[in-house]
């Protein structure tokens, strides 16, 4: 099993750019997650996708949008960079989407804003 | 709020010395509470969680309702063991986490 697969690892934008992430979820995992970490705290929630459903949404700026495909892929955009943006951004997938079934993690994408 | 504590950033044991990393909860509903590891350069990955009552890698964390507790222990560390740990609060029927900052563990020979 691959495990949960993100792109690119590592990026560099400029501030007021606009930045698209991807994720692929392990095979018959049908909820993507999509968190922020930022350096010396734990992951923060950003959305799920759940059935290419929103299901859930953190407290973060409209700037962050983000889809599910058919394929149960997902991307994250962030438009209107601001340097507080930079962080490890992870995507995480699940069987079931509820609390019963356990977050995979993948590796990240390391964003730093300039 | 939804709030989940580690009140120690960095916890540094001797092998074989006992291990209990703290972690504090608040939430009004019924806590869905897990443990999840991360080893030098690798992924964020589950431990263990409150439900399953089970030990991995000698682990175990009882939930204390009272306390609004879910600290993470083990008898005889190991040199292995040395990681970044997360206590993390499940929201239901979501894959939302609450994650507390995390305390890196090392272990000492």
């Known amino acids: 099993d691959a495990g949960v697969t993100q792109s690119p690892t590592h990026l560099i934008k400029t501030r007021g750019q606009q930045v698209t992430l991807r994720c692929s979820p392990i095979?018959?995992?049908?909820?993507v997650s999509w968190y922020q970490q930022v350096l010396g705290q734990g992951p923060q929630f950003i959305f799920q996708y759940y059935e290419k459903e929103e299901r859930g949404r953190g407290n973060f700026p409209d700037r962050f949008s983000a889809r599910q495909f058919p394929n149960y892929s997902s991307e994250l955009n962030v438009n209107a960079l601001l340097l507080g943006d930079s962080a490890l951004y992870l995507c995480?997938?699940?069987?079931?989407?509820?609390?019963?079934?356990?977050?995979?993690f993948g590796n990240g994408t390391r964003l730093t804003v300039t | 709020a939804q709030r989940v504590t580690q009140p120690e950033k960095l916890l540094s044991v001797f092998k074989g010395a006992p291990v209990e990393l703290k972690c504090n909860y608040s939430?009004?509903?019924?806590?869905?509470l897990f443990w999840y590891v991360q080893y030098s350069r690798q992924r964020l990955q589950l431990l263990l969680r409150?439900?399953s009552r089970e030990s991995i890698k000698g682990f175990t964390a009882d939930l204390n309702k009272g306390e609004t507790s879910f600290h993470l222990k083990k008898p005889f560390a190991q040199e292995e063991d040395s990681a970044m740990y997360y206590c993390a609060l499940g929201l239901y029927n979501t894959d939302k986490l609450i994650f507390g900052t995390g305390t890196r563990l090392q272990v000492f020979p």
């Open positions: 409150h439900i």
């Open positions: 095979s018959g995992h049908k909820s």
């Open positions: 939430y009004s509903g019924s806590p869905e």
């Open positions: 995480a997938s699940s069987l079931s989407g509820t609390e019963n079934s356990p977050l995979h």
